[in-house]
Structures are given as structure tokens and as C-alpha cells.
């Protein structure tokens, strides 16, 4: 596809390539390669072209191919490891966005499915292909405004809700299904920062109590099992795909 046309126009406009939280991009890997990712926001990775492994939390070379995607929460951090090259398209999703006007995500936690099946790593679908070839083409041919960023979240989300099953969609989104988005996306955005729970009752302007009962309404276990746990990921995760002792 050519590029569009008045492109200073476009790069001169406020939304044009500003709100990193919408910023879809395409990224590149050469053959025998590793790229380090920390996500900001929740995101969807596709897997264009090739083939990689990759490893987050407790999970460790997990094998991905050409067509394959997977969902991490904000503050997950992942590695990427290919030996033939691999393109991944980065799809940031704010959760606050509805599925459709009529179905939100979180109606999904009713959804019976097994967090054993996490990763849930679904294939593309037809329609999905035809959705992602026309935004890669547009992005590639310069279209980088936010606007049109947000518009194709939101036409995904409706994609995804018309053709996949509500087991599909629950094991897909299940890292982000909680009660309370703002207050959940508050905590995987920022727990890294912190030590200690009261570090993080502080942070979020809250009462030590209060806080506790917020995270065990939002996570289901109180916030010291929750950071400890987050704390055993990093470790694992580190230890196997760093070179820390």
C-alpha cells in the first residue's frame, strides 16, 4: 500500500504517534535474537511471521508460531528468544474498552474455564487475518494516529467477542478478568515500585485497611500472599532467562 497522503499534515496533528497507550506498532526480530519486553499496558502479542519462544512469570520457553496470539497484563515482563526471525504485532488494550455496548470482558469471570489452560494462546481466525492485514498495511504506510489506533482496539474487541467462544475469550483474557479495572490496572502497573503493602497503601493515597479490603475484593487473597507471589514470578523469571545468580 503507498503511503498517505499529506503526511506532515498528519505528523503535525496532536494524535499523531502521541499516546503511547494506544501506540500499535510492528516488531521486528532477527534470526537468533532476544528481545526483552516490559508491558505498560494490557497488550495483545500476534505472531506475524516466524516463530519464537518466550518465557514470563512461571513459564518458561513457551513456542509460538506464525499465527498464534496471547495476552499479558500491564507489568508482565517477557523475553522472546527466535533462531529464524519472528515479526510480533503489539495491540495495547485498555480494559475499560467493552467487547461490544451490549458485553463487557468481565462478564467473562463467570465463565466456567481452568486457569491450567493458562497461557491461553489462541489461533488466528480468518477474520482476525483479514483485520490484522489491512491495520499492518496502514501502519506501514504511515497512518499512525491515535485515533485510528483506538477505533481498531475497539474493532478487534468486537471481532474477538463475534468469533471466538465465551471459553476462548474467558482463558484469552483471564490475566486481566477482575472486579475493579481501575484499582486492579493501579496495582499491575505499579507494584513493581514497591516493597512492602503499606508502600502501596501510601502510593495509592489509602488507609492500610482499606487497601487490604480493596485488593481482596479485586484479587480474591490479601496483597502480601499477592506480592509475594508476584515476587517468586520475577525471581524465576530472572533466574532463568538473565544471567543473575
Known sequence: MKNILYSPEHQACFNYKQDSNHFIQVKHCASTSEWSHTVQTTEVVILLEGSAHISFDFVLNKELKKGHMILFAPGTQFKVRTQKGVSILLLPVQESIRQCYCFSMYQLKAV????QEYPGVLGVKPVIQTFIQELTQNLAGGLLC??????????????FRAYYTKEEQATFFYPVLHENSSFTDFILKNYRQVKKVNEFAQLYACSLSNFDKKFKKAFGISAYKWMKGKKMELIYH??????KP
Open 112 to 115: 466456567k474455564t481452568s486457569k
Open 238 to 243: 530472572e533466574i532463568n532467562t538473565t544471567n
Open 146 to 159: 491515535t485515533g485510528y489506533m483506538k477505533l481498531k482496539t475497539e474493532e478487534f474487541l468486537i471481532l
